[in-house]
């Protein structure tokens, strides 16, 4: 199988989104990815939100200057919503009259199909630059209309609060953890064990409930630390990336946030820092998240046997021991999501070590690769000055 083809192929990566997450797996697949739905949040129903019950009639019932529109679904969702309520047709009446400001050109999208004209959108898609617009302005006594996007956005409000304004904030539509959270917590205790290439974050939320999630179970700092190092943190945006920012995690990030250019930023930049070529015994031996080309074949390896061969990978053609090997084995109990600590995660010894690598050497299926140095331990059969280096950022092989 060409990896031109299908640049992805080898790689794990985790789907956190619950809003158009098959949409994202399927461009995910398509490219060969095996893909782990996790399910960080959910969407909570707007027809039940009194919150933007209240707002709405509160932008038909007295006349506002600035309607500021953050999401193209949101603003079509609050549509539909007054549409339930019998307040649609005042709403847009009143929308008629204010300076509707866009944050993007979905957004922008979402308000000429509703019969409005947006009067500005900044190219950034950013709501700071949306702010600085408005703060070049008398906001002394307007009244100023934020659409928010799951989350309160207290720097743009407060911004607007200080410069004298009355804002009107309209949760169009709120996240919540999702009811069953297993999915999530297995996530976190793949990534932590290292059998998981990539995870994609497409919203603030997610992130959140992934923290927490591992926080709740003891691995909140070592899924940190392997964001990282070893696991490829993806978002959507920086709104999406702040709080992984904020914890020194790198991120990559498309240069629009779209789920498509999404995409095509892990296609760029997943195998850079996930993948890794030796010559071993003449041929080139291809590392790639949890397979391995050779002889111009992916051979999807095992979690266990994967770990081994990283492990001999960083040292190619020097002596690694079985005692060194038994810490780089991946734990059931950390896969499967279950609570656990340092002190009390199970270790494996060297039968575990010497069984991963037969598995190894029969999921290569040539013999020679990996080689037995007697009372010593292992090592791949090639030279080391051979070898590419790896991925710097995130710890590449």
């Given at each position: 199988m060409s990896t031109e083809n299908e640049p992805l192929a080898g790689f794990a990566v985790g789907v956190t989104a619950a809003r158009r997450h098959e949409e994202l797996a399927t461009l995910l697949e398509r490219r060969g990815a095996r893909v782990v739905h996790a399910p960080a949040i959910r969407l909570?129903?707007?027809a039940d939100d009194v919150e933007l019950l209240e707002a709405t009639r509160e932008c038909v019932a007295r006349p506002f200057d600035h309607l500021v529109v953050t999401t193209a679904i949101g603003f079509r969702a609050w549509l539909e919503a007054a549409d339930g309520w019998g307040l649609r047709d005042?709403?847009?009446?009143?929308?008629?009259?204010?300076?509707?400001?866009?944050r993007g050109p979905k957004a922008r999208g979402a308000i000429r199909s509703a019969g409005l004209t947006e009067r500005w959108s900044p190219s950034s898609e950013s709501c700071a630059e949306v702010l600085k617009y408005l703060l070049e302005g008398d906001l002394a006594g307007r009244r100023v209309a934020v659409q928010l996007y799951g989350e309160q956005l207290p720097e743009f409000?407060?911004?607007?609060?200080?410069?004298?304004?009355?804002?009107i904030e309209l949760p169009v539509y709120r996240w919540s953890r999702t009811d069953d959270s297993t999915p999530l917590r297995r996530l976190v205790g793949q990534a932590v064990a290292g059998t998981v290439d990539a995870i994609t974050f497409t919203s603030a939320p997610a992130v959140a409930a992934t923290l927490a999630v591992a926080a709740e179970d003891g691995l909140e700092d070592a899924l940190l630390e392997t964001l990282r190092t070893n696991v490829v943190a993806a978002c959507v945006g920086p709104?999406?990336?702040?709080?992984?920012?904020?914890?020194?995690?790198?991120?990559?990030?498309?240069?629009?946030?779209?789920?498509?250019?999404?995409?095509?930023?892990?296609?760029?930049?997943l195998p850079r820092h996930r993948s890794r070529r030796?010559?071993?015994?003449?041929?080139?031996?291809?590392?790639r998240g949890h397979a391995v080309v050779l002889d111009g074949q992916l051979r999807p390896i095992a979690p266990a046997p994967m770990a081994i061969l990283r492990a001999?990978?960083?040292?190619p053609g020097h002596v690694v021991s079985r005692a060194e090997l038994t810490g780089v084995l991946p734990s059931r109990?950390?896969?499967?999501?279950?609570?656990?600590?340092?002190?009390?995660r199970p270790q494996a010894d060297e039968h575990a070590v010497e069984m991963a690598v037969a598995r190894l050497r029969r999921g290569l299926g040539r013999s020679g690769i990996v080689e037995t140095v007697v009372k010593r331990g292992y090592r791949l059969a090639c030279d080391p000055r051979l070898a590419e280096p790896v991925g710097a950022e995130f710890g590449g092989a």
């Amino acid at each position: 199988m060409s990896t031109e083809n299908e640049p992805l192929a080898g790689f794990a990566v985790g789907v956190t989104a619950a809003r158009r997450h098959e949409e994202l797996a399927t461009l995910l697949e398509r490219r060969g990815a095996r893909v782990v739905h996790a399910p960080a949040i959910r969407l909570i129903p707007l027809a039940d939100d009194v919150e933007l019950l209240e707002a709405t009639r509160e932008c038909v019932a007295r006349p506002f200057d600035h309607l500021v529109v953050t999401t193209a679904i949101g603003f079509r969702a609050w549509l539909e919503a007054a549409d339930g309520w019998g307040l649609r047709d005042g709403l847009l009446d009143r929308l008629a009259e204010v300076s509707v400001l866009a944050r993007g050109p979905k957004a922008r999208g979402a308000i000429r199909s509703a019969g409005l004209t947006e009067r500005w959108s900044p190219s950034s898609e950013s709501c700071a630059e949306v702010l600085k617009y408005l703060l070049e302005g008398d906001l002394a006594g307007r009244r100023v209309a934020v659409q928010l996007y799951g989350e309160q956005l207290p720097e743009f409000t407060d911004g607007l609060r200080a410069a004298g304004a009355e804002v009107i904030e309209l949760p169009v539509y709120r996240w919540s953890r999702t009811d069953d959270s297993t999915p999530l917590r297995r996530l976190v205790g793949q990534a932590v064990a290292g059998t998981v290439d990539a995870i994609t974050f497409t919203s603030a939320p997610a992130v959140a409930a992934t923290l927490a999630v591992a926080a709740e179970d003891g691995l909140e700092d070592a899924l940190l630390e392997t964001l990282r190092t070893n696991v490829v943190a993806a978002c959507v945006g920086p709104v999406t990336a702040q709080a992984l920012t904020e914890r020194g995690v790198p991120t990559v990030q498309p240069e629009r946030p779209r789920i498509g250019a999404l995409v095509r930023a892990l296609v760029s930049e997943l195998p850079r820092h996930r993948s890794r070529r030796l010559q071993v015994r003449g041929t080139s031996l291809e590392l790639r998240g949890h397979a391995v080309v050779l002889d111009g074949q992916l051979r999807p390896i095992a979690p266990a046997p994967m770990a081994i061969l990283r492990a001999l990978a960083r040292r190619p053609g020097h002596v690694v021991s079985r005692a060194e090997l038994t810490g780089v084995l991946p734990s059931r109990l950390v896969m499967s999501g279950a609570p656990w600590s340092r002190d009390t995660r199970p270790q494996a010894d060297e039968h575990a070590v010497e069984m991963a690598v037969a598995r190894l050497r029969r999921g290569l299926g040539r013999s020679g690769i990996v080689e037995t140095v007697v009372k010593r331990g292992y090592r791949l059969a090639c030279d080391p000055r051979l070898a590419e280096p790896v991925g710097a950022e995130f710890g590449g092989a």
